[in-house]
């Protein structure tokens, strides 16, 4: 294992958010003074002797990385955590974090409209191995209190929601959570540290897709798991060494190279989010915006307590699926594709696309919902193709 760095997390407290982005471990080059920490390919590291790391020295790059050192300290820095963990994709960290915080039998809490792809693992992976869970409304944590399942071990949000960006009391949701002795992890990937720290409102686990925003360019898939617990963390790392789903040192650069920009990124998403949703709240072939700013918008006021800014995800309904269907066939600018996060604007439908596995579920969507990941280009260019399609819906 690297040693920290003398820019480790435990050094910085006093540091800005965007100062941490750019410098916790990445302190130039001890050797040869690279202001940018080198790519290690090496999958294995000479030792002096038998059972002999160098100083600071790895072992096998499974088990650990310089690249790897630099992405967990940086991103735990970020989350106000002790501990984080790099893993190859979102699903990795979210599989890890559940082998490692679940007891035999234990179950999960997940807020009503998670991430599908989580839904699919919690159902379809951990449910069949012996973990039940429960669909659960935590915009209502009272009602979580007086129906909390026995055997949950584990509440699982994301705030904002995806789809539907419906925004969660953290603090309040821990309380309740803490009281019956279960865990909170918040899948803070839609926030980013950025606007929302978990951790600091009594969450014990944060975990991430880092393929969205934290990375923030379309160009790597990765994931990401941050703690304080510091018995969780052994186990994390355990098992993160032994499972093996770790990212490469060059998806890893690039993860890094993206996080150094997310601060000025968030603030560049939020404010043409905010010029697409004034669009879209007056337009007639428009029924309903979700944007965690609106002030009728569930959630409002935790958001507007707990996060710095709105974010960057905006979704509205149509009149129906046929409709939904035809604007995002129409936009130029929004791509039709899944994923969200980047700094080019996406646009497409839950129902059909990213939210399908959840049809029939507890977790299905409404048929005329579009969602957009509203990008960094110039604002007047996205309203403009946006109001293009919906115009042409008549
Ligand atoms: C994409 C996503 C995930 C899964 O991450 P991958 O990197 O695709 O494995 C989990 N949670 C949320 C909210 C996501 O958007």
Redesign the pocket.
């Known amino acids: 294992m690297g040693e920290e760095s003398e820019l480790g997390s435990g050094e910085t407290g006093g540091w800005g958010f965007d100062t941490r982005a750019v410098h916790v471990g990445q302190a130039p080059d001890p050797r040869t003074g690279a202001v940018v920490p080198p790519i290690t390919l090496s999958t294995t590291f000479a030792q002096d002797g038998v059972g002999g790391l160098r100083e600071g020295g790895y072992e096998y790059s499974r088990s650990g990385n310089p690249m790897r050192s630099a992405v967990e300290e940086c991103l735990a820095s970020l989350e106000g955590a002790d501990h984080g963990f790099s893993f190859a994709?979102?699903?990795?960290?979210?599989d890890v974090l559940l082998r490692a915080a679940l007891p035999s039998g234990g179950g999960v809490v997940l807020g009503n409209d998670a991430?599908g792809?989580?839904y699919r693992l919690i159902d379809k992976v951990f449910r069949p191995a012996g973990h039940p869970w429960w669909a659960a409304d935590l915009t209502d944590p009272a009602g979580l209190d007086e129906a909390f399942p026995e055997g949950a071990s584990i509440v699982w949000l994301?705030t904002p929601t995806?789809p539907l960006l419906t925004c969660i009391d953290i603090e309040a949701i821990a309380d309740v959570a803490h009281r019956h002795g279960a865990m909170v992890v918040v899948?803070n990937?839609?926030a980013t540290p950025y606007l929302q720290t978990p951790l600091a409102l009594g969450a014990d686990v944060v975990?991430?897709?880092?393929?969205?925003y934290l990375g923030g360019h379309s160009d790597v898939?990765?994931?990401f798991v941050a703690t304080s617990d510091a018995e969780l963390a052994g186990t994390l790392r355990f098992l993160q060494n032994a499972t093996g789903a770790v990212p490469s040192p060059f998806d890893l650069y690039l993860l890094l190279r993206g996080v150094k920009t997310l601060g000025l990124r968030m603030d560049r998403h939020c404010s043409n989010a905010r010029a697409v949703v004034d669009l879209l709240v007056g337009h007639p072939a428009v029924r309903r915006v979700r944007y965690p700013q609106l002030p009728d918008h569930p959630g409002h006021a935790a958001a507007a307590r707990q996060m710095r800014d709105f974010g960057g995800m905006v979704s509205f309904e149509v009149a129906d699926e046929e409709s939904a269907l035809a604007v995002v066939a129409r936009t130029e600018l929004f791509t039709l594709a899944e994923?969200?996060?980047a700094v080019e604007s996406l646009i497409e439908h839950p129902a059909r696309m990213t939210h399908a596995s959840a049809a029939g579920s507890a977790l299905e969507v409404p048929p005329g919902l579009v969602r957009l990941s509203v990008g960094i280009e110039s604002p007047n260019d996205l309203v403009a193709d946006l109001a293009a399609a919906l115009d042409s819906l008549g």
């Open positions: 994709s979102g699903l990795a960290a979210e991430y792809g989580t994301e995806n899948d990937t839609f975990v991430h897709s880092a393929t969205k898939v990765g994931g994923s969200l996060g």
